[in-house]
């Protein structure tokens, strides 16, 4: 599947696309600030406050946020159906800002299938290729190659409307795909009315579309899991701004923003108001000992401090062994192949995530806190 | 069940078979009635007048849907989605329906007269026609005037009906088509046309209907004349059954009528909702 081999035919296409020979898919976000207001001012509620972001060519990306965080907001501005209030948006250094969806190399999917329903698979397939003057040959090569990746070939002579969701999924994202001009292809939560068992598979033909195609994936969702799997780097976003990207692993390693923290990892991270003395976090009454460095730097800080750590990290003993901080254990709930238990030290409840097998106290307990993994929030923000 | 059954019995089956017993017998008079079998029908069903009949209403409610159904559609495509304009459209669209059917009748007649009605001074000042314009003067003038009147009373109805459809199409398909690159026909003909299916379906149906049994808007506007070339089923019945008083033919052809009218909006229905639909894949 090579794209350079149809570029020599978009020379002749009545309808070329905005650029030709380069086929771009490096994005940038520049100073995109966005509201529903038709004029806003500063008294608007804003759906973006400030986005910043550059997404590179063939990358993998995830925007994962909670619901009306502003998501779809900006993907709507990647594809060009929203036009951002303030900023711009390029695509490979070319402002395209003011250009429609249908002139950016761009291709999205939807969260519920959206077919021509009076069309069959092979129409609806056919439909951008159509709009744009390609010739009907060349159409049904392009449409039968899709077919074939997207395990469509055996649907494509019936009426789109009767499939199962996760055709009609495939449907939409193959007339995505057949444009040989697409450079990107935006994914707003697609996955949403997907079985779950088939949505195992899913996943798996679009990784695959990804590796085959070398087409840059923007994929937006609410569930971490999707993203994280999914996903080279992960965008997280919270009331409009994107307050971190990264990889999984620097996600849940190192979350810049107490929002990172709290959202990422099933449970999310812990967090204990605490102050800085000498080389120790008071925590009500509690003392935790800190690692040097972060003892240092917590001591500089202004603002509200907070503690985080993961409740993976966490290890519990028995009453009467030594070291680690005196807890009261409030519940247990067992998972299976974990154990969530909730403790709590000088009045805050911490929940701890054991592996099975491992044994629980009743009553009370001594829980160990390695320095190694506690994370310091002046006002929400990581202190370095 | 049982009360759901007494009262259709009452208000459908019984007089329902009032009619029937009416249509197998010859009636004199109260109380004189001879038993005739199916001749009424027999008769009725050779009978010339009411052959016209049946061709003038054919052909006043096959222009009336082919008039009616775009032109709503188109209306309702222009109007606003938001805002105060909806609500103003809507109020006036809405105005034409609820006028009494006789005074809509009186309406249209006061509007074409050729002394004191708009329409009716106007197209005669432009001295354009041989005869001078009247709503009865020729049958063309009475079936334009008839037709005018129709479709100003009910396209309203249309146009809410298509409205309310194109409303309920979540906006992700008209952005989907955006990016497919579909012009403004393909997306009217392959998203808005399709799913307005349900509600075009409901407006053919309603307008079919009441259009091959409209009676008082023609009966006030022309009383079936010049002659009889307004003569709509509708009225050639009531004329045979209280002015004639021949209540067993009409009866007969009342469940002619019946027949003819179940059977077009059976075939329209499964014409409408099965359109462009396949079999399950």
Known sequence: ?384 | MLPAFIIVAFSAIIPLMTVVNYSIQDIFGPGQAVYVGTEWFEVMLGNHRLHDALFRQFVFSGLVLLIEIPFGILIALAMPKQGWGVSACLVTLALPLVIPWNVIGTIWIIFTRPDIGLFGVGINSLDLLEVPFDHTAKPIYAWITLLAMEIWHWTPLVVLLAYAGLRAIPEAYYQAAKIDGASSWATFLYIQLPKMRGVLTIAVLLRWMDSFLIYAEPFALTGGGPGNTTTFLSIYLVKLATMQFDLGPAAAFSLIYFVIILLFSFIFYQALLNVGRGEKA
């Open chain 1, 1 to 384: 599947m090579k794209k350079k081999s149809w570029l020599q035919h978009l020379k002749w296409l009545p309808n070329k696309p905005a650029l030709v020979g380069d086929l771009m898919a490096r994005i940038v976000l520049d100073k995109i600030v966005h509201s529903y207001d038709r004029n806003p001012d500063e008294t608007s509620e804003y759906a973006l406050k400030w986005i910043n972001s550059i997404f590179e060519n063939e990358g993998a990306y995830a925007l994962l946020g909670p619901s009306g965080c502003g998501k779809t907001t900006l993907l709507n501005l990647i594809s060009g159906l929203l036009t951002p209030s303030k900023g711009r948006v390029l695509y490979d250094d070319m402002d395209v800002t003011a250009l429609p969806p249908e002139k950016r190399n761009i291709a999205q999917v939807f969260q519920f299938p959206v077919l021509y329903d009076t069309m069959t698979v092979y129409d609806n397939l056919a439909f951008p290729l159509r709009n744009r003057g390609v010739p009907a040959s060349q159409v049904q090569t392009r449409v039968h190659e899709i077919a074939e990746i997207l395990d469509l070939t055996a649907f494509l002579n019936k009426k789109a409307a009767g499939l199962t969701a996760d055709a009609k999924q495939k449907v939409s994202l193959g007339r995505g795909l057949v444009r040989n001009d697409v450079a990107a292809i935006l994914f707003d939560e697609p996955l949403t009315v997907i079985d779950p068992q088939l949505k195992w598979y899913l996943r798996q033909k679009i990784k695959l579309i990804h590796e085959e195609l070398k087409l840059t994936l923007i994929y937006v969702t609410h569930d971490q899991v999707e993203a994280l799997t999914f996903a080279e780097k992960v965008a997280v976003m919270h009331e409009g701004e994107i307050v971190q990207t990264g990889t999984p692993k620097e996600l849940f390693e190192n979350p810049e923003h107490t929002f990172v923290g709290y959202f990422i990892g099933s449970p999310g991270m812990n967090f204990l108001p605490c102050t800085v003395d000498g080389s120790v976090a008071h925590v009500n009454g509690t003392d935790i000992p800190l690692d040097k460095e972060l003892a240092d730097l917590g001591r500089k800080a202004r603002g509200k401090l907070e503690l985080g750590i993961r409740p993976m990290y966490l290890q519990l003993r028995s009453e009467s062994a030594k070291g680690g901080v005196l807890v009261k254990v409030q519940a247990v709930e067992d998972l299976g192949s974990y154990k969530i238990v909730t403790v709590m030290l000088a009045g805050r409840p911490i929940r701890v995530k054991l592996e099975e097998g491992l044994p629980v106290p009743s009553h009370k307990a001594r829980l160990l806190i390695p320095p190694q993994w506690i994370r310091l929030f002046a006002d929400g923000l990581r202190v370095r």
